[in-house]
Each structure stands twice: as C-alpha cells, then as structure tokens.
C-alpha cells in the first residue's frame, strides 16, 4: 500500500495564487562568459515545466537566480511575487524556505542520516513561518514513497548513486513547497534507476500540488515529466512546446540539438 503524505498545514495560504517566479529580462555574467541573456519566464502556480539544454548552458545558474542565491546583473527577477532586488536579505530567505531544491550533487549532509537530513530540512523551512516541522511520521512516509524507509538511519555515503537521488528529493519535498526545483535528478543514473525518479516526481507532483521545474540534458527525460518543455540555448528560451512541437521545429539548432534523440520519434 502506498504510504500517504500528511500536510504541513501553511500560514500563508493567501499567496497561492501569486506566480511562483517570474523572471523578466534577466541577464547574468560570469566575468565575459554570458550566462543568461534576457531570460524572461513566468512560472503559474502548479505548473510542470521541464528545461532542457546542454551541459553548461546555464540552467543551474537560472535555478540560482530563480531563489535569490544569484543576483541578476540586469533584469527583474521575483518569487512569490517579490522582487528580489528590493527585499531584504532577511525576507528572501523567508520565501526561500518555501522553496524545495534538489542539488546535482545531492548536497546532503553526511554527518547526518537520511531521516535527520529531511527534519533539518523541515525544521530550517519552518523557522521561516512556512508551516510546522514534520513529525516523525511524515518524514518516514516521505522515505517511504521514495523507497527510502528501509535506509532512514543509513548516512548518505553509505547509498548508491540513485538512492542519493531519492534521498534528495524527498529532503526537497519535506517542506511541503510550493515551488520544487530538481537539478538534473537523473544524471549519471542508468536508463531503470533514470526511469523510476522520473515515476516518483510525476506520482508526488499528482499529490503535492507544488509548481515543479526539472533541468535536464536529456530531451526523453523532459518529455517524460512534463509536455511544457523549454529548449534554453545562449541564456534564452529558445523554443517551447510539447516533444511533437520541437520535433516538428525548422530551427536550425533545435534540429541538431534533437538529432541526438531520434529514439523520439518513434515515442511521440
């Protein structure tokens, strides 16, 4: 049977219907390298996206600029309705406690177990007003829908590539966002392990409800997650649609950045 979530109950309900983030012109640079170059996106509430682009063309730095921990050069860039520009250091970290990440690297604490890593989580979100920390019970059930219930008291070193994965994942989800952010959750996972992250994300986005967006560098991967897929190339969207959309594209880039994926075709 599957385990069932109990809900953190929010104080700040009101704000569901406020866009998560909405980015609009943004610019950033790394010294001369230019990383995002007028990237404008408007995430609504509940909403499944999926980015996908080349290694290194910018999307964990989008991530970044999306939460606050990097400040655009040019351009507005708000979440939940604030500008990040004008709000204290103080209240950005309060709205970022309403927001799940996952790492590439995982980021999870080794000197912790599985099980503590979530309630850090839980109790950092809850020092911000975003609910109360999860019990126990939550946590366990958390761990259980990822398949985890089994290593609570493992550290993280101990688990393989893809239980990592789920471990941060589930750490991202504990605190009952409102905005989730996975960063390339299947990289270096084999196609199997691949597959059944990507099953875990969509059956938890059917419960939690939260606006999701997964960075990828694989178009299969994208498609399975979500139909709204943004191409990003040159720190812009590119293209946006759905598998069939890109597929039937006559960009000149889109063409060749999806003849890596031709397997797509026949899945379409």
Known sequence: MQATLEKTPREDAGRKAVPPVELEGVKLSFGIKRILDGFSLAIPPGAKI?????????????????VGLLPPDAGKARLFGMDLSRTSAREVERLRRNVGMQF???????????????????LESSRGG???????????????????????????????????????IAR?????????????????????????????????????????????TDLDVARRFSQDIIVMHEGRIR??????????????????????????????
């Open 50 to 66: 999926s980015i996908v682009g080349e290694s290194s063309c910018g999307k964990s730095s989008l991530f970044k600029v999306m």
């Open 104 to 122: 590439q690297a995982g980021a999870l604490f080794d000197s912790l177990d599985v099980a503590h890593n979530l309630e850090l989580a839980s």
């Open 130 to 168: 975003h609910g109360r920390p999860a019990t126990e019970s939550r946590i366990l059930g958390m761990l259980d829908r990822v398949g985890l219930r089994k290593a609570a008291r493992q550290s993280p070193a101990s688990l393989s590539g893809g239980m990592r994965k789920r471990a941060a």
């Open 172 to 216: 991202a989800l504990i605190v009952d966002p409102e905005l989730a952010l996975f960063d390339e959750p299947t990289a270096g996972l084999d196609p199997l392990t691949s597959a059944s992250i990507i099953g875990l994300l969509n059956d938890l986005s059917a419960d939690l409800g939260a606006a999701m967006l997964l960075a990828t």
């Open 239 to 268: 293209a946006r649609g759905n598998v069939d959309d890109h597929l039937a594209s006559e960009d000149p880039y889109i063409r060749r950045f999806l003849s890596r994926f031709n397997r797509l075709k026949a899945l379409a």
